[in-house]
């Protein structure tokens, strides 16, 4: 007796957040399905989202499941999303192949699709709000160069060779070191599958054969604070180049142990999701990528308002 | 509603599907409470294509739980079931994609390495004395890992596999009925749950699920080879998981190496939320199946709702509460 009391509770407070999802049903809806919600970095996205959404009038909703292994729960929520007639959707997709029917489904129904962080393989999305990675590592090779002084042996640590990140980022850096600095040499790229403690083995076996390696690029938090740790344990000078931020990335910056790093502008990634989405519901054409912004970072500017708007602990 | 409570601890059968019936009822209940208060509070809730996402969304976690059901009854617990899920997907992976042998053999790869998988564990709990928490915690990691390990992290695809992703989001109904294109993954749940069903009602095993739940020292005694049974049980509820192993990776085409994590605890809450006790002896499929339809239909109104995922996971912890303090008050009254 006492659970159908409860039972009734519980419905009353359903009814509750019913009125509440019904006083917006008539307006112009577009939800966000990304590849989280609780990280700093998708935490900063969504700020971005929501703040196109106030400015442009339009409901803004921001999912993700738990972790970016869960494929099958961001499908669920595609198709939950859906549901609602949405007048476009933005998705960061964890598995481009996986969401394929789903995709359709939006197309079918004339849904515009966004794609943001990462690219979809599909021709469905309209457009895809990301980093331009392959620039953003240029400007970690250009800074490094630079503070190396134009010569000498550099090294990359990437995170994978399977993510169209990794690949962008290393090769972004590689062909901008060829082209600028033709006295600088790459002896080695590793991939540390952005972990830590394999990231730091591998800068330690690195430095071991090569003592005088004057810089290495980490090319995501994980490579990069491996980086980090692998030259502290080294005892080496080397100068440490990193991307992302995160709280021991920024402390290392902070401290003057890494260089600096280059920064993803995830707000922006969210706003101009949303102001495509809007864009694309009015029929407006828009460009197959939209660069969402990066910026190089270090000790001099990590607390200028811009970029401390952009950095995550 | 008394006189069933008083024969709450009987290891009859019928006691025990009796004292399951209420909770079945309640929760039955609770399910139209949800459906009818979602379908009020958003008019995209009831429609059909969302009708049949949620079910889509029922259809792996359903198939876990009722695997886990058996287990449960029993008295025991299985915490390896959405590792091993993902580990029998990436069998079924490497038969098919990686060795090209036909459809059939990668369905029947899954279902046998789930059922050998299941078959150490339950020998790990009942010859080696292993409480089950601790076996299948044990055994979730190492199959965790096990997958990561085969599949060098990452996914296999299923694209050379022609029908391979009909199996769960193909719709034989659809091709009878085309407004209703109800995905084959829901069949596989209802036909999977009615066989269990029936074994645990019709059979002698069904009996002797019950009855180790209930008093395995007494059922021992009477010159029973628990070991043998118990072993038996965990190798069946193997199987049912090597089968949502091919659901889910029918549904994702791949086998996602790192999925797994957390579906055990999704399943094992929808057990108890149907009813069935986590001390043993008592539970009912039936209960399974709408515990596991609770919460797919509560993620699905929550999110058409667009209530924050944040604010989503705090009800979907507290309906998991309720459900168990209801189980809780009657097992008190009971003794």
């Known amino acids: 007796m006492f659970t159908r009391r409860h039972m009734m509770g519980a419905a009353a407070a359903l009814s509750l957040l019913a009125g509440a999802g019904a006083a917006f049903a008539q307006d112009v809806y577009v939800p966000l399905i990304s590849k989280g919600f609780q990280h700093q970095f998708w935490q900063a996205v969504k700020k971005g989202a929501d703040k196109a959404g106030q400015e442009l009038g339009v409901r803004v909703t921001f999912d993700g499941p738990d972790n970016e292994t869960q494929v099958d729960k961001q499908i669920d929520m595609l198709s939950a999303a859906l549901a609602n007639k949405p007048a476009a959707i933005g998705i960061a997709a964890l598995d481009s192949q996986a969401l394929i029917p789903q995709l359709k489904q939006a197309q079918d129904a004339g849904i515009p699709v966004i794609a943001f962080d990462s690219g979809v393989e599909s021709d469905i999305p309209v457009t895809t709000a990301a980093t331009e990675n392959k620039a953003a590592a240029a400007l970690a090779a250009d800074k490094l160069g630079e503070m190396i002084g134009g010569e000498g042996k550099v090294a990359v640590i990437a995170h994978s060779q399977a993510t169209q990140t990794g690949i962008d980022r290393r090769d972004g850096f590689v062909d901008e070191m060829k082209a600028k600095f033709p006295n600088i040499e790459i002896v080695a790229i590793e991939f540390g599958d952005g972990d830590h403690l394999k990231s730091t083995e591998i800068t330690k076996a690195l430095l071991a054969a090569n003592p005088d390696i004057k810089g290495i690029f980490g090319t995501n938090e994980g490579s990069a604070i491996g980086v980090l740790n692998g030259v502290r344990e080294m005892g080496s000078k080397t100068v440490v180049v990193g991307f992302d931020s995160g709280k021991a990335q920024k402390d290392a910056i902070r401290s003057g142990e890494m260089a600096g790093a280059v920064t993803q502008n995830p707000v922006g990634i969210g706003y101009e999701t949303v102001k495509a989405a809007v864009a694309a519901t009015k029929g407006e054409t828009l460009p197959k990528t939209i660069d969402t912004g990066f910026y190089w970072y270090d000790k001099t500017n990590i607390d200028d308002p811009q970029i401390a708007a952009v950095l995550y602990d | ?335």
């Open chain 2, 1 to 335: 509603m008394s006189d069933t409570t008083a024969k709450e601890d009987g290891t009859t059968t019928r006691a025990a599907l009796a004292g399951g019936a209420y909770q079945k009822l309640l929760a039955f209940a609770g399910l139209i409470v949800l459906v009818v208060g979602f379908s009020l509070a958003s008019p995209s809730f009831l429609q059909t294509a969302n009708i049949i996402s949620i079910l889509q969304a029922t259809s792996v976690n359903g198939v876990l739980a009722v695997g886990v059901t058996l287990i449960i009854i029993t008295g025991g617990i299985d915490l390896s079931i959405g590792t091993l899920m993902t580990f029998c997907a990436v069998m079924s992976g490497v038969v098919l994609t990686w060795l090209g042998a036909p459809l059939p053999a990668g369905v029947v790869v899954a279902i046998a390495t789930g059922a050998l998988v299941g078959t150490i564990s339950g020998t790990l709990v009942a010859k080696a004395k292993i409480p089950p928490f601790i076996a299948t915690l044990g055994m979730m990691l190492v199959l965790k890992g096990m997958s990561l390990i085969v599949t060098g992290t990452k996914p296999i695809y299923f694209n050379e596999t022609e029908g391979y992703t009909a199996i769960s989001q193909g719709s034989l109904i659809g091709r009878m009925i085309p407004q209703f294109p109800l995905p084959n993954g829901v069949l596989v749940l209802f036909v999977v749950a009615s066989v269990v069903a029936w074994i645990l009602g019709r059979t002698v095993l069904g009996r002797y699920t019950f009855a180790l739940g209930s008093n395995e020292e007494a059922v021992r005694l009477s010159g029973v080879n628990t070991d043998r049974w118990k072993i038996g049980i965990y190798a069946r509820a193997g199987a049912i998981v090597g089968i949502a192993g091919v659901l889910i990776s029918s549904r994702l085409n791949s086998a996602q190496p790192a999925l797994g994590l957390g579906y055990e605890l999704e399943a094992i809450a929808a057990v108890v939320i149907g009813g069935t006790t986590l001390s043993g002896g008592r539970g009912t499929i039936l209960g399974t199946v709408i515990g596991a339809l609770i919460m797919s239909v509560l993620t699905n109104g929550l999110r058409v709702m667009s209530v924050a995922p944040e604010w989503q996971t705090v009800v979907t912890g507290l309906i998991i509460i309720a459900a168990v303090y209801a189980d809780q008050l009657r097992r008190r009254g009971a003794a």
